[in-house]
């Protein structure tokens, strides 16, 4: 529904609070998907609203077999672009790339971009559960080899309609965008040079094992949770929880109309088209049988073969592409969480990081309070005066090993405090991150969701309008039937 010429934003067109993507001619440069900012102005523009720097669309097409004689065969797609960003070389680069370089494309954005939210890419083995599987006895019995091919030719549709979409998403990303690994995806001529040189020298610092790293699995676990909330992100996660129930309901819904219309696998008297298809051979038969209405009763047959096609074609057409994009969107959600529950771990190990520095920071003060001779005042109760009492049992009460400890201690304490303050800068940058991601995601949803409904939509018409069509057809030669009262 989307052309090249549409601003990709500026096709939404549902109501809103927000109202994100009202036209704004005046921003320069300009063209299509182009959107500076999430408001007319510099002014109006929120703190955690993105900002677009420039458009890039961008298209997922002719898919090629290479090697097609040999055992490394593969499929290409010839993958373009539009773009007004300075960062690449010219304004409509295209290059030729296999499944493959999207895997190490998303892989490497992943890792590139931890506060981004990266698309997901297609799922090949489920694109081929919708078609059905093409070896199994039962496929090759209920097809004929003709048949077997179009449900081929399908999965590499939906294949690079889903790859088409997954760099749309990037597209549309304000940061992702500009990366340097997308300007090299979209326009580089030697690609395995740069995912070479991407591997051998990743962009940002290597990460180095810091004293977060150090501290003990019982800190920091994957089973802990935020102890101070932000309701922000609260509000977040259960929005995103109703949306992904949302999903899952229809899915499943429009698996079973799936089923019931085309589905290969169900008994006898489940599936419409077949049923449609044996109903014509039944009505041919009574053709013969009856010789005044043969005629009639022949084209009546074919009415229903035409019908029984029509199903299987929407089945194809609509059904399908759009339970895909209904899967991708789901994981689309996905990867939007997975950004929510690493933004959580931030903050946790803030959280953890503050608790264990408040812990050695009391046990510097106790074995102060000791040497001075004031070890009643500490307050830390019977568990310092047991530790107390152990180490005077091991002989290391005296003060010149309290001494060489406190002396660790402070050492500990400043790298401690350090970390920290990194920890808690971290926490803060990534939640803001997170913020304008959300608003990115939000964005997207809304156009894809427009997109998605809006194929369905004329699919459906495209669909009853056929049917219409071939069932008027009928009546006329039904009429002539001539009826002796």
Request: hydrophobic share 35%; with cysteine; net charge negative.
């Amino acid at each position: 529904m989307l052309g090249d010429e549409e601003d990709v934003f500026d096709s939404v067109t549902w109501e809103s609070p927000s109202a994100p993507y009202d036209a704004d001619h005046t921003v320069q440069p300009s063209g299509p998907g182009f959107k500076q900012s999430t408001a007319g102005t510099e002014d109006e523009r929120g703190p955690h609203d993105p900002k677009w720097e420039g458009y890039l669309i961008v298209t997922v097409k002719d898919p090629v077999k290479e090697l097609a004689e040999t055992k490394d065969a593969y499929v290409s797609y010839l993958v373009s672009a539009k773009t007004n960003l300075p960062i690449f070389s010219t304004p409509t680069p295209s290059s030729r790339r296999r499944f493959q370089d999207f895997v190490f494309l998303r892989d490497h954005l992943v890792k590139d971009f931890p506060a981004c939210v990266v698309p997901a890419l297609p799922d090949k083995h489920r694109l081929e559960y919708l078609t059905g599987d093409r070896f199994s006895p039962e496929f090759m019995e209920r097809r004929r080899l003709e048949y077997v091919c179009v449900a081929c030719a399908l999965v590499q549709h939906l294949i690079f309609d889903s790859l088409h979409r997954f760099l749309e998403r990037i597209s549309r990303h304000p940061t992702l965008q500009r990366s340097t690994l997308v300007r090299a995806f979209l326009e580089s001529t030697e690609w395995h040079v740069h995912m070479h040189q991407h591997l051998a020298h990743p962009p940002g610092p290597e990460p180095t094992p810091g004293l977060i790293d150090n501290i003990s699995d019982t800190l920091l676990n994957a089973f802990a949770r935020v102890r101070k909330p932000d309701e922000r992100f609260l509000d977040m996660r259960e929005s995103v929880d109703k949306f992904e129930d949302g999903l899952v309901t229809c899915e499943r819904l429009w698996n079973r109309v799936r089923g019931r219309t085309n589905g290969g696998g169900l008994a006898p008297g489940e599936d419409l088209t077949a049923d449609y298809h044996d109903l014509a051979v039944a009505v041919q038969g009574l053709g013969f049988l009856e010789s005044g209405i043969t005629d009639p009763l022949s084209h009546f047959s074919n009415t229903l073969l035409e019908f029984s096609a029509l199903l299987r074609h929407k089945t194809q057409t609509t059904t399908d592409p759009f339970l895909v994009h209904l899967h991708s969107l789901l994981t689309y959600s996905h990867a939007n969480r997975a950004v929510l529950k690493l933004r959580d771990q931030k903050q946790l190990d803030f959280e953890e990081l503050s608790d264990y520095l408040s812990g050695v920071t009391q046990e510097r003060d106790r074995l102060s309070a000791v040497i001075s001779g004031h070890a009643g005042s500490t307050g830390l109760g019977l568990s310092a005066y047991l530790k107390d009492k152990v180490d005077s049992l091991r002989g290391a009460d005296d003060d010149r090993s309290r001494v060489e400890k406190m002396r660790k201690l402070d050492i500990k304490i400043k790298e401690l405090q350090d970390a920290v303050t990194t920890a808690h800068e971290t926490s803060d940058a990534f939640s803001d991150e997170t913020l304008r991601e959300q608003t990115i995601f939000q964005y997207t949803k809304e156009a894809e969701m427009k997109e998605m409904l809006g194929n369905l939509a004329d699919g459906e018409i495209e669909f009853y309008q056929s049917a219409m069509e071939e069932w008027e057809r009928i009546i006329p030669i039904i009429q002539r039937i001539r009826v002796d009262v």
